[in-house]
Structure formats: C-alpha cells, structure tokens
T-cell receptor, first 114, second 115 residues
C-alpha cells in the first residue's frame, strides 16, 4: 500500500504570495490532519478533516485554510504569505479518525518564504 | 487543556547502553498517549501508544514505554541503544479524549547514540 504523499516536497515563495499544498492519504483512510513544524514552535496542529468535514481547527489566522475532497485527498492554502510561515508542513492520515489509533505521516512540504 | 512536556532537548547515550526519553503529561480525563519518531527529512513514524491496560507498552524497533499515573509520566525506553536510533522523538497526547485525531505534541527530544 502506498504511503501518505505530499506535493510539492519543496516550495519557495515570496511574501504576499499564496500557496496550496496537497496531501494524498493512504487508500481507504478518511481522516487527514495537518501540522506545521518549526524549530521555534515545534509541531502545531492546523486542521483535521474527516469525510470532507473540518472537525478541528488549530489556533492559526484565517490566512490558513483547507479542504478535503470526496476521495479524501486534502489541500491546505496559505494566503498573503509571511516570513514566519516558513516551515515544514506535515499531513497525517488514519482510517477512522478515532484518535486512539496510529496516524501515518507524509514526508512533508518544506515551505520557504523570502 | 491537554499538554505534554519533554524536559530534555537532547539525550546522549553510547551504543549498547539503555536509553530513556522522558515525557510528562497533563490531561483532564483519561490520557491517550503516543510516541512518534522523526528521522532527518522524513515525516513522523508511530512507535507506540498507551490507551488502557498494562502500564508497560511495547512498540516498534524494540522500544517500550512505561505509563505511570501517579507521576503523570510516559517515558520511552530501550534496553540497548543503536546508532540508527539517533533521531527526534516526540511524545503526544490526544487533545480530546480520542474523539478525533487531533494530537498535542511535546517539543521533541533529540536522541544521539554514539558508537
């Protein structure tokens, strides 16, 4: 079974631009979560989607948004990029979205904002 | 609010020696606790979890963790460290009692195993 895939793997943008990151979960998984990883703040939860519905949202400004499609693939969008948005963005999937099970993480998208 | 703390930024251990990576938690309700590992330029990989039952949980790659309710700790252990165990280790807790996949992570502990 293929693992969680994230595209692109690396991205360089300038301040003020917007960016869309994509996550394809493991086949059959219905829950997708997104995290931001930075050296200073560690791993911060962004969103969780289950069957196309956002169930949780972390403490991030409205510039961060996301969605999930009917095939469980998910995208997150960051508008009006700031230097502080430079980070590794990780997505994770699980079969049922019941938080007692292992989650499978993708390799991440490394976003650099100049 | 649920939280976990990893008091050590880095742990150094010689190959073949036992290792411990510390984690303490603060939760309301039942604690559902996890350990994940991150190798360079990779995503996180699940190691083990405590949901209920035995306080000693066994996981992947020879790792185990001991749940201690009185000390609110969930320390990761391995009897004999390998150089290949060198990585970044994260403790995490379910943010809402396991109802969703939202996890609260600790700040991470870098494990260095020296030959």
């Amino acid at each position: 079974k293929a693992g969680v895939t994230q595209t692109p793997r690396y991205l360089i943008k300038t301040r003020g631009q917007q960016v869309t990151l994509s996550c394809s979960p493991i086949s059959g998984h219905r829950s997708v979560s997104w995290y931001q990883q930075t050296p200073g703040q560690g791993l911060q939860f962004l969103f969780e989607y289950f069957s196309e519905t956002q169930r949780n949202k972390g403490n991030f400004p409205g510039r961060f948004s996301g969605r999930q499609f009917s095939n469980s693939r998910s995208e997150m969008n960051v508008s009006t990029l700031e230097l502080g948005d430079s980070a590794l963005y990780l997505c994770a999937s699980s079969p049922s979205g019941v938080g007692l099970n292992e989650q499978f993480f993708g390799p991440g998208t490394r976003l650099t904002v100049l | 609010a649920q939280s976990v703390a990893q008091p050590e930024d880095q742990v150094n251990v010689a190959e073949g020696n036992p290792l411990t990576v510390k984690c303490t938690y603060s939760v309301s309700g039942n604690p559902y606790l996890f350990w994940y590992v991150q190798y360079p330029n990779r995503g996180l990989q699940f190691l083990l979890k405590y949901i209920t039952g035995d306080n000693l949980v066994k996981g992947s790659y020879g790792f185990e963790a001991e749940f201690n309710k009185s000390q609110t700790s969930f320390h990761l252990k391995k009897p004999s460290a390998l150089v290949s165990d060198s990585a970044l280790y994260f403790c995490a807790v379910s943010s809402d009692g396991g109802h969703t996949d939202k996890l609260i992570f600790g700040t991470g502990t870098r494990l260095q195993v020296f030959p």
